[in-house]
T-cell receptor, first 113, second 113 residues
Framework: DGGITQSPKYLFRKEGQNVTLSCEQN?????MYWYRQDPGQGLRLIYYSQIVNDFQKGDIAEGYSVSREKKESFPLTVTSAQKNPTAFYLC????????????FGNGTRLTVT | AQSVTQLGSHVSVSEGALVLLRCNYS??????LFWYVQYPNQGLQLLLK??????LVKGINGFEAEFKKSETSFHLTKPSAHMSDAAEYFC???????????FGQGTTLQVKP
């Protein structure tokens, strides 16, 4: 079955450590996105990529980094510079073109203490 | 610039009653509009979308929404609520050909027996 796989589902880290969240898709989608979800704030765009080896900052990119070395993969690194990293992180993908809906993974809940 | 406002962060209805979740958007270009549903600790699932054409769109699970340009609204309705409809609902808008979605803050739907 085609879909988006995010791993792990739950992740715990100590403050000051970098952590990488995995996102893999087998839908042959060109574009991939990372959103952060906090209670009462909806989803906010962190980074997105429309083609391999290229990506753009979203609305809240500070403290995060990404790479897009393969079409299928778009890992997100939460660095120690991110002041409030505890959140639910969602990866999504779609074909290029505004009327194509986003397909979402099941998310990774990151807790930093 | 585009934005989405969902009126009411929490909506409570009785089982069998009408569901109405409100969404207003702002867009300087013709919008593409989406409704997504999210169950606890899961990703978002597309309910329905409006791109062009018929302004009344039908989605999964008996939901529908009507695009009203004059009111800049895209409200989500369902004639009869079911217990399984309890979830969080997000309205989103995108600009054509960008693939980027701007999400509202979400509305949590509670269904009482």
């Amino acid at each position: 079955d085609g879909g988006i796989t995010q791993s792990p589902k739950y992740l715990f880290r100590k403050e000051g450590q970098n952590v990488t969240l995995s996102c893999e898709q087998n839908l042959n989608h060109d574009a991939m996105y990372w959103y952060r979800q906090d209670p009462g704030q909806g989803l906010r765009l962190i980074y997105y990529s429309q083609i391999v080896n290229d990506f753009q900052k979203g609305d809240i990119a500070e403290g995060y980094s990404v790479s897009r070395e393969k079409k299928e993969s778009f890992p997100l690194t939460v660095t120690s510079a991110q002041k409030n990293p505890t959140a639910f992180y969602l990866c999504a993908s779609t074909h290029i073109g505004g009327n194509s809906p986003l397909h979402f993974g099941n998310g990774t809940r990151l807790t930093v203490t | 610039a585009q934005s989405v406002t969902q009126l009411g962060s929490h909506v409570s209805v009785s089982e069998g009653a009408l569901v109405l979740l409100r969404c207003n958007y702002s867009s300087s270009v013709p919008p593409y509009l989406f409704w997504y549903v999210q169950y606890p600790n899961q990703g978002l699932q597309l309910l329905l979308k409006y791109t062009t054409g018929a302004t009344l769109v039908k989605g999964i699970n008996g939901f529908e929404a009507e695009f009203k340009k004059s009111e800049t609204s895209f409200h989500l309705t369902k004639p009869s609520a079911h217990m399984s409809d309890a979830a969080e609902y997000f309205c989103a808008v995108s600009a054509q050909n960008t693939g980027k979605l701007i999400f509202g803050q979400g509305t949590t739907l509670q269904v009482k027996p």
